[in-house]
């Protein structure tokens, strides 16, 4: 060895060793809404992947192979559960062995309803019961939000302990702005209360719940439900019966059975209705977008009246 290449290393060995930079969790989300939530909860640290893609059905949906690749590779899942994506919950399986599964409806935190109306926090479920007629759109509960992002956090934390001051203030920042725009949205829609409107699926009682506004007529009593002649005559009579003014279409869904629905009444087409945010730019600001969204469509018809 040269005297050159001894002193080389003799400077080398008195640099201090750097500390090693944590790394940042793998991230995979189901929804949109789910998407947005990390996305808080994460800042500038990094940014999940979206499986869903715009406009696709979230019960029948096909993983592409780089998805399910990434999948097996992720540290962290967040998924409003197999009630709502039932097609992830195989998929899930494939996760690592160290990997974290964080499905947001099974959290003890989680307000939860029946598509029928009922509520209630049954959270104890044993594996493989059958959820019934649990209602899996708990997202536009924003209380539930607010605790999902905290849930978030701790799960963010378990997976990189040296980022976790940084997920726990992101997600509360989160949710300080949340409940800013959930007041804004209650006085917006107080106005509305006790006014009947139509809707094209059973999706929203989370949000007519905690708004105090009536509970929505649904065409169809669940996400993939057919809806058969007799109900649709029902609801028919219903909007008749009840003075309805307003009927919803829904986003990517057709709006053939609203306008079937209101045939030879007063009632009128609204906007489409965006559950999921599937309309919607992804991103941090997507969540509260899509509550916004809702109390923009239902003023902007049943405001009128």
């Known amino acids: ?24 969790p793998r991230v995979v989300t189901d929804l949109p809404v789910v998407d947005s939530l990390v996305r808080q909860v994460m800042g500038d640290l990094g940014a999940p992947e979206l499986l869903l893609q715009a406009g696709s059905d979230p019960h029948h949906y ?10 097996a590779r992720a540290d962290l899942l967040v998924w409003i559960g ?21 499905p947001l409806l099974s ?21 493989g019961h059958d959820h019934g007629d649990l209602d899996p759109h708990a997202w ?18 378990q997976s990189d302990p040296e980022n976790a001051p940084v997920y726990r203030r992101n997600a509360e ?26 809707t094209l699926h059973d999706a929203y009682g989370y949000f007519t719940d905690h708004y105090g506004l009536s509970p929505a007529i649904a065409i169809s009593p669940g996400d993939a439900s057919a809806v058969s002649a007799a109900r649709l005559s029902g609801i028919r009579d219903r909007i008749r019966a009840e003075a309805v003014t307003c009927a ?23 906007p489409a209705l965006d559950p999921e945010g599937s309309t919607l730019p992804a991103g941090p600001d997507l969540y509260a977008g899509v509550l916004r969204g809702l109390a923009r469509a239902l003023t902007s018809c049943l405001g009128q009246n």
Not at 87 to 101: I, N, P
Not at 143 to 155: E, K
């Open 1 to 24: 060895m040269t005297l050159c290449h001894r002193l080389i290393l003799s400077a080398l060995a008195l640099i201090p060793a750097l500390p090693a930079t944590a790394e940042i």
């Open 62 to 71: 096909q993983l592409r192979p780089d998805q399910a690749r990434n999948l």
């Open 82 to 102: 197999p009630e709502m994506t039932p097609w992830l919950d195989r998929a899930s399986t494939a996760l690592a062995a160290r990997a974290v599964s964080l």
């Open 107 to 127: 959290l003890p935190q989680t307000y939860r309803r029946d598509f029928s109306g009922g509520s209630g926090h049954d959270h104890a479920a044993p594996a």
């Open 140 to 157: 536009l509960d924003p209380g539930n939000g607010g605790a999902w992002l905290g849930a978030i956090a701790d799960g963010l934390s």
């Open 173 to 198: 920042r989160a949710r300080a702005a949340l409940a800013e725009t959930d007041a804004a949205i209650r006085a917006e829609l107080a106005p509305l209360a006790g006014k009947s409107f139509v």
């Open 248 to 270: 919803f279409p829904e986003a990517n869904h057709s709006d053939a059975p609203i306008l079937t629905a209101i045939e030879d009444s007063a009632a009128r087409q609204g």
